[in-house]
């Protein structure tokens, strides 16, 4: 059954929240650029978008690029939009990037920093040419975003709109 079909059977559409390596160091590491919540605070936050949003959160850290991509591959079918925030991986995980440009549902990409505003090797993303859009630089409140975001075009997709 896929996403739009589990929607319409009255199931909530399933999305993937993925994060990757480093991101369970949240609250710790580094907290003059990614803050201080943690990531059960980020991945709550984003469960509660979800719920507002009618969809059911899923979510999965690892710090294996192949666990990743595994989930990905799991997702295919089953999941109406993956939320992926992959840390470095997202400057450089061209398996990632095949994973999710093989994946059928909405991507949204995710940083909690602007990694425009950071060293130029986190300047360039090989997930964003795969993903439906990107949200950077808005702390924790992207996850919430992310979330809302890929809400509203999972809901264009299942009602036939364009440009979702």
Partial sequence: MSAAEKDRAGGAPVVLLLSGPNLGLLGARQPEIYGTATLADHVARADR???RSGLELKHLQSEHEA???AAVHDARGTVAAIVVNAGALSHSSWALHDALAAFDGIV???HLSNPDAREPWR???VLAP????????FGGLGYELAVEAAAR???DRNRGLPGA
């Fill in 49 to 51: 978008a979800a719920a």
């Fill in 67 to 69: 666990d990743l991509v």
């Fill in 108 to 110: 949204v990409e995710l």
């Fill in 123 to 125: 300047r360039r993303s």
């Fill in 130 to 137: 795969v993903a439906d859009g990107t949200v950077a630089g």
């Fill in 153 to 155: 075009l999972v809901t």
